[in-house]
């Protein structure tokens, strides 16, 4: 059964807060953020509603489909706009679609659950389907805490992706979850995002290596065969140690976030979307998807493009 990706679209909010912005109230510094994280600057405002809409338009474009041509739409949110309903239908309503549409919730490796899910509902007879990643973490953020306030920002991404009899693109998946790490990384009803960052980096090195290693041996590739790392953007030095420890030159990884920080289940796809639009994404070349999050989840995928 082949899946092949038709069109990808992305969204940031205009408003851009820099290091500097965050130090005037906050005991914090550009050097200490871009040396400990790798950030610079994020982007601020939107909802996931808002963000999701216009991202996938944008993917419905680049694939040049129509509304109707989606089958199913499948939201990775942390962040929906209310409990209930779901984002998702207001997202579907918006755009037009008429079809079935949830949230997945995989926080930062929302947009790889969302996928594979995608991949499943083709392989039960769906033609084609819409996926996005879309996140309003600002509005969990405490702004006096500069724990997570120098890391979480906004943003969507979305990816049209189809039913295709003669190409395969993604060639390998691997899920993976430990609720017993729950507390890790956590927003309660009403409240804002917690996290016990050194504990949530060393987990995250530990999963994505590991579901790196067997994405890759799954699908019979090997580190040097891949040509492009789409990474989650959560912190730099997560990404430097994980391409190491996988035996990937750094310079194949894709980081965007210096310039939009941490945007959750959108990260992957806004990373995807600057490498393609940077002629990074080459028929016939291997790419490696890899996310963590909270739960905690964690997510890799080898693809390779037709
Ligand atoms: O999307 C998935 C979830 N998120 C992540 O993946 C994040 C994973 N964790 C991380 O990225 C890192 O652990 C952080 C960026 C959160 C923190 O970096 P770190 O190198 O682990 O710093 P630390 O927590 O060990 O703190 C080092 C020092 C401490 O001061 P002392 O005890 O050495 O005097 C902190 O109090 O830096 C201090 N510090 C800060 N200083 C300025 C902590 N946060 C800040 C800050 N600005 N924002």
Not at 57 to 86: K, Y
Not at 179 to 191: F, I
Not at 245 to 274: C, H, K, Q
Request: charge should be negative.
């Amino acid at each position: 059964m082949g899946v092949r990706f038709r069109g990808w679209g992305t969204a940031v909010p205009d408003h851009v807060v820099t290091n500097d912005d965050l130090s005037r109230t906050l005991d914090t510094s550009d050097a200490w953020i871009t040396e400990r994280t790798g950030i610079r600057e994020r982007r601020i405002g939107g909802t996931a509603k808002s963000l999701g809409v216009l991202a996938g338009s944008r993917a419905l474009a680049d694939a040049g489909v129509e509304p109707a041509d989606i089958d199913f739409l499948v939201l990775a949110t942390t962040t929906p706009d209310r409990i209930t309903p779901a984002t998702a239908p207001m997202i579907a309503a918006e755009l037009g679609l008429t079809c079935p549409a949830m949230d997945v919730n995989g926080a930062c490796s929302g947009f790889m659950y969302a996928l594979r899910t995608a991949q499943g509902l083709l392989e039960t007879g769906n033609t084609r389907i819409l996926v996005i990643g879309s996140e309003n973490l600002s509005r969990w953020v405490d702004w006096n805490d500069r724990n997570m306030a120098v890391l979480l920002a906004d943003g969507a991404g979305a990816a049209v992706i189809e039913h295709d009899a003669t190409v395969n693109e993604i060639l390998s998946f691997r899920l993976g979850a430990n609720g017993e790490w729950a507390d890790l990384l956590t927003c309660e009803h009403g409240g804002y995002f917690q996290m016990d960052g050194k504990e949530v980096f060393r987990r995250a090195v530990r999963v994505v290596v590991e579901s790196a290693e067997l994405a890759l041996a799954d699908a019979g590739v090997t580190a040097d065969q891949i040509a492009l790392v789409v990474p989650h953007q959560a912190n730099i030095r997560i990404i430097q140690a994980a391409t190491q420890r996988l035996g990937i030159p750094m310079e194949r990884a894709v980081v965007v976030l210096d310039r939009y920080g941490n945007t959750s289940s959108s990260s992957i796809p806004l990373a995807f979307d600057d490498a393609r639009s940077n002629g990074r994404v080459v028929a016939g070349e291997y790419a490696l998807f890899t996310g963590f999050g909270a739960g905690m989840t964690w997510a890799s995928a080898v693809m390779r493009w037709a």
